[in-house]
């Protein structure tokens, strides 16, 4: 059976940081690419990262580039995302999500196979 556990959000002040992290388990992690996908309060999906199989390739929406950094351990089948500067707009419940494919393709959350629980990010002063 496929999971995957999120943890690491919180509640932090703007310009703050925050380092989410993704338990994988039931599949052969190294050979999948993984993203971060989060959703705001009242609004839809939005991809914001992802990261191909062998975790050399990242990639990064518009809205987080500078700002985040994926990575990936395939001894330890975790996928992480260390957030710095955080502002208000980055306040979403953030998922992580494997792709049935070694290459990930940025920009989208079509596709996606399997998603965590995800894990509730607010920043805020």
């Known amino acids: 059976e496929v999971q995957l556990v999120e943890s690491g959000g919180g509640l932090v002040q703007p310009g703050g940081s925050l380092r989410l992290s993704c338990a994988a388990s039931?599949?052969?992690?190294?050979?999948?690419?993984m993203s971060w996908v989060r959703q705001a309060p009242g609004k839809g999906l939005e991809w914001v990262s992802g990261?191909?199989?062998?975790?050399?390739?990242?990639r990064y929406s518009e809205s987080v580039k500078g700002r985040f950094t994926i990575s990936r351990d395939n001894a330890k089948n975790t996928l992480t995302l260390q957030m710095n500067n955080l502002k208000s707009e980055d306040t979403a419940v953030y998922y992580c999500?494997?792709?049935?494919?070694?290459?990930?393709?940025?920009?989208?959350?079509?596709?996606?196979?399997?998603w965590g629980q995800g894990t509730q990010v607010t920043v805020s002063s």
């Open positions: 990261i191909n199989s062998g975790g050399i390739t990242t």
């Open positions: 999500a494997k792709f049935p494919k070694r290459t990930v393709v940025a920009g989208t959350i079509d596709g996606y196979d399997y």
């Open positions: 039931g599949f052969t992690f190294s050979s999948y690419a």
